[in-house]
């Protein structure tokens, strides 16, 4: 799909970040929203609920990290989960205030 330039209106290149008639900075469509991204929203409230599971890092893809989560919960017979219950409060936080705002792969978080 062609972008134009919203100042020279020069075709501008998918991906690009600037117009290289002009060279003015071009707003990536949707550069606040990733509409295919995983939700910010959700994986910030599964941090909070679920977080002692790591329930919203498996949902990111933060595989280590969820099964660290999981274990220190399941291994401490859920003595543990005041540790990981905590660290995934912060970061669902983290998640929820944009601090996070990737998933494992690199894509940005939908609102
Ligand atoms: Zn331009």
């Not at 409230?45 to 990290?65: D, E």
């Amino acid at each position: 799909m062609a972008k134009f330039c919203p100042n020279c209106g020069n075709e501008i290149k998918d991906g690009a970040d600037i117009c290289l008639n002009c060279g003015k900075a071009v707003k990536k469509e949707g550069s606040n929203t990733n509409p295919g991204g995983k939700s910010k929203i959700a994986a910030g409230l599964l941090g909070i609920f679920l977080g002692s599971f790591g329930v919203h890092n498996f949902y990111l893809g933060y595989t280590g990290k969820a099964v660290a989560q999981l274990l220190i919960t399941i291994l401490t017979c859920g003595f543990g989960a005041a540790i990981s219950g905590v660290w995934a409060l912060i970061e669902g936080i983290l998640i929820l205030t944009g601090s996070i705002n990737t998933d494992a792969d690199g894509n940005e978080l939908a609102n």
